[in-house]
């Protein structure tokens, strides 16, 4: 047994047992956090896959970000189990359905048949000096450069749409306008000179 | 059993990879002590420094004009009790000053000290320190949850909204790096910026520069972006239940990440290991036998600096104010800087990129 095999036995160890800790803990911030780890375990998965650029994408973008705003509205919720399982039961056949459904979908197209050395030949080595990075760049902005714009786009409706959606004028709030605070004049704005009559002159007896 | 005879076939009988274990580690611990060594001393000097801006003398007891304070400090730190919060997650509540520390430390490794000098010379090393600096996030986010305390998922709540912000300006500022060195990898960048002083990336990327450093102090939770602390709002915020070793390894990590930042400013703006005087007639040559190393050393040092000065005259700025800076003012400028630099290195623009 390779080193490489034990590292990727380790990985996939941990991705599986993560994976199931996700859909299986009580607690929504723990099984947040196992999707953190699961996400750790996949980009060590496809850092011996040498696809480096992938790996610290996924770490950098899904870890970085995306599970940080998750954990976010995770930590703010009010959890009441019993409303959540209240539907459990009744629900439970047609989920068991869609859940083999999917199962069996799964296996089909990922499953042995398809897949393995003796199908798709393991690709070679790459040398210590090349550049994940750079090849993937160079395909990704000159063969797909077109379904890359159109995902961006895609991204951009719905950054827009997400926004629309959210966005409400409440008129009982009260906003601060920074550019109207920026534009505040040291003199007229902020001090104003009040001339008032002098007093009467105090008369000694 | 095969996996047994497995593990003995690639580390016993090849005692090359036994060998090479050996070396990395070594190398690890010749990084990661002096850093520590660094950060006790970086405490020291914050608080001569700021003692000496309001006018005090600062630590001055322990040792010959209190040199040896941080080492008191420590094994102070080191001998208290750790309280264990009733309620809370034990696990996460250890495990959460090691997550802000762990990134720290870890992204050094591809931190190119010199010319040779670098643990790994990954060519995604910019992507890889963006990655785990990312990460340094959690240690606060789980340890304001783990807590069981109201002040500090106030803080972590703060942290996680501030962090995400400063984040992606820094990310941008960083691209604007790598378009005008054409490389991830720090070395290269270092190299791209070859020459004296006016032809490092401070110049022509001045505006990314400013809000790199900017975001970064934002980013690591200091003055005067530090509400996730904020000791006049929420106690102490993330870090209101944490005593002992395990507070003393958040403030480890927290100095850690300060003079991680500082230094990735000297190296991506400031020309890392390279002479300021490079190339130049007459200080050119004169400072020809200076080490880079030392370079490195002094222009991280001025960065650190400016941390202490601008935690010892900024008052903490307000939460929403935060916000506006993060999203509608250091974003548009990094995209904006983006476009200029792309097109200067495609129509090759004189001084920097032809």
């Known amino acids: 047994m390779s080193f490489e095999r034990i590292v990727f036995f380790a990985f996939a160890a941990i991705l599986i047992y993560a994976a199931t800790m996700v859909i299986t803990r009580r607690n929504p911030v723990h099984a947040v956090l196992f999707l953190v780890l699961a996400f750790f375990a996949s980009s060590g998965i496809w850092m011996l896959a040498e696809a480096e650029f992938l790996a610290i994408a996924l770490v950098l973008v899904y870890v970085g970000a995306v599970m940080v705003l998750f954990l976010f509205v995770v930590m703010m919720l009010d959890i009441d189990l019993a409303t959540i399982r209240a539907g459990f039961m009744r629900y439970l056949p047609i989920g068991l359905i869609v859940a083999v459904a999917m199962a069996a979908l799964m296996i089909m197209v990922v499953g042995p048949t398809n897949f393995g050395l003796e199908q798709i030949a393991a690709p070679e080595r790459l040398g210590a000096d090349a550049s994940n990075t750079e090849a993937l760049a160079m395909t990704l902005f000159t063969v797909f450069l077109y379904p890359f714009e159109i995902a961006a786009v895609l991204l951009l409706v719905a950054i827009i749409a997400a926004i629309g959606l959210t966005l409400r004028q409440r008129p009982e709030t009260k906003y601060q306008d920074t550019g109207k605070q920026v534009r505040v004049r040291k003199g007229p704005d902020r001090v104003r000179v009040v001339s008032m009559p002098a007093e009467k002159k105090l008369e000694l007896k | ?354």
């Open chain 2, 1 to 354: 059993m095969d996996t047994l005879i497995g593990l003995w076939d690639t580390f016993g009988r090849d005692w090359p990879y036994l060998a090479t274990l050996i070396e990395i580690l070594v190398k690890i611990v010749l990084i990661v002590a002096p850093i520590m060594l660094l950060v006790a001393y970086y405490t020291y000097a914050e608080r001569k420094v700021i003692g000496y801006m309001q006018l005090r003398l600062g630590p001055n007891r322990v040792g010959p004009k209190g040199w040896l304070q941080p080492i008191a400090d420590a094994v102070k730190l080191m001998f208290k009790e750790v309280i264990l919060p009733t309620g809370a997650n034990k696990f996460l509540f250890l495990l959460a000053p090691l997550i802000t520390l762990a990134p720290a430390l870890a992204a050094w490794a591809v931190f190119p000290f010199d010319e040779e000098l670098v643990l790994a010379d990954v060519n995604a090393g910019l992507l890889y320190i963006l990655a785990l600096t990312s990460v340094g996030v959690y240690g606060v986010i789980i340890a304001g949850w783990a807590s069981n305390s109201k002040y500090a998922l106030l803080g972590a709540m703060r942290s996680a909204a501030q962090i995400v912000a400063y984040e992606i300006a820094m990310g941008f500022a960083l691209v604007g790096v790598l378009v005008a060195a054409g490389s991830l990898n720090l070395g290269d960048i270092v190299r791209a910026q070859a020459g004296g002083i006016f032809s490092w990336f401070w110049l022509p990327l001045l505006p990314l520069f400013v809000i790199y450093f900017i975001s970064g102090v934002a980013e690591t939770n200091r003055a005067p972006f530090d509400v996730a602390e904020g000791e006049s709002e929420i106690v102490a915020g993330f870090h209101v239940e944490y005593s002992g070793m395990a507070f003393a390894v958040f403030f480890l990590g927290e100095y850690a990440n300060m003079i991680l930042i500082s230094a990735l400013a000297a190296l991506m703006f400031m020309g890392g290991w390279l002479s300021p005087f490079h190339g130049w007639p007459i200080l050119g040559p004169l400072f020809e036998w200076v080490p880079g190393i030392v370079w490195l050393f002094l222009k991280t040092a001025i960065f650190a600096f400016l941390y202490l000065w601008f935690r010892a005259t900024f008052p903490r700025y307000r939460y929403d104010q935060i916000m506006r800076l993060g999203w509608k003012v250091f974003i548009p400028i990094t995209i904006v800087w983006i476009l200029v630099v792309g097109l200067a290195v495609v129509y090759e623009l004189p001084w920097w990129f032809d």
